[in-house]
Nanobody, 126 residues
């Protein structure tokens, strides 16, 4: 059973930046991908970014217009970071870390991921 722990959420003004982190433990040696989704009340969970790795190579995927968000993995570990720049009020949401994506994708469908963190709140004030 994989456990995911998120950190780094909080309150930031529009235009500011935040860095979210997620660490996996408990069976994490079998993980081959981690990602981030976000959700606001009454809406479906939305794909933000993912990174999958194989044979020592990391492949990132993002759903970030103009490259405001970037995902990275820390030194071949099961820790990923989501760097968010130029944040907007519409980025306000609970951000969830996920692990164990479908082997060959699609990575943007949250229902196909197997492990989830508790979520961390990101609030962007105008």
């Amino acid at each position: 059973q994989v456990q995911l722990v998120e950190s780094g959420g909080g309150l930031v003004q529009a235009g500011g930046s935040l860095k979210l982190s997620c660490s996996a433990s408990g069976g994490a040696s079998s993980i081959y991908g981690m990602g981030w989704f976000r959700q606001t009340p009454g809406k479906d969970r939305e794909f933000v970014a993912a990174v999958v790795w194989s044979d020592g190579e990391d492949t990132p995927y993002t759903n970030s217009p103009k490259g405001r968000f970037a995902i990275s993995r820390e030194n071949d570990k099961n820790t990923v970071h989501l760097t968010m720049n130029n944040l907007k009020p519409e980025d306000t949401a609970i951000y969830y870390c996920a692990a164990d994506p479908p082997w060959s994708g699609p990575y943007n469908n949250w229902r196909l991921w197997h492990s989830w963190g508790q979520g961390t709140q990101v609030t962007v004030s105008s």
